[in-house]
């Protein structure tokens, strides 16, 4: 069931972070703005591998959610002008990913592509496919969306759990990195009295 839980999560986080950079790009792209937010998304990946590397040794994070966002940011800003090229792409990026393996790709340096024969000791994995599949997916549905004139409601209702939520969604790299320290602090002190 966790297993399950988790995958939903993060389809709909790589789904939404879609959504959002096709918003990102609808007047262009603001490179001086990407670049910042991909070195700050960059450091941030890295400091989760340093983290874990100290916490867990040889199942250290080494490609994680955010290290797959850095990636899928930048490759997804190639995708950003076609329409129904996403949708084919990423349902065929989908489907290679779930389907294909190759012991090529069991050697170190190529594990985050994610056509491994097995799963590696990590405490966290996002190979690029097939999960970049649910990024493309994600911008076909941001085009799809602006493109039937549904522009999302911001700006139209001002009610106080609404600029709550917005906040919440501006602001979701501080809040994962966060959560992180304070769920595993949780876990370790839950532990300490479970022994």
Request: charged share 10%; aromatic share 16%; with cysteine.
């Amino acid at each position: 069931m966790w297993l399950i839980l988790r995958r939903l999560i993060v389809t709909l986080f790589i789904c939404i972070a879609g959504i959002s950079l096709h918003l990102a790009t609808l007047q262009g792209i603001n490179r001086d703005k990407m670049w910042k937010r991909l070195l700050i998304l960059t450091g941030c990946a890295m400091l989760i591998s340093l983290v874990s590397f100290v916490l867990f040794k040889k199942r250290f994070i080494f490609f994680g959610i955010l290290h797959f966002m850095v990636i899928a940011n930048l490759l997804g800003l190639l995708f950003t002008r076609w329409f129904w090229f996403n949708l084919i792409a990423g349902i065929g990026i989908l489907t290679i990913g779930l389907h294909v393996q190759h012991p090529f790709f069991n050697q170190p340096l190529l594990q985050w592509v994610g056509l491994m024969t097995y799963k590696p000791s990590t405490e966290d994995y996002v190979p690029l496919l097939p999960w970049f599949g649910i990024m493309l997916l994600g911008i076909f549905i941001g085009k799809t969306l602006h493109y039937h004139k549904r522009d999302y409601c911001y700006g139209q209702i001002q009610s106080v759990w609404v600029q709550r939520l917005a906040w919440v969604g501006q602001h979701s790299l501080l809040i994962y990195m966060v959560h992180q320290p304070v769920l595993i602090s949780g876990l370790f002190i839950l532990h300490s009295f479970t022994i």
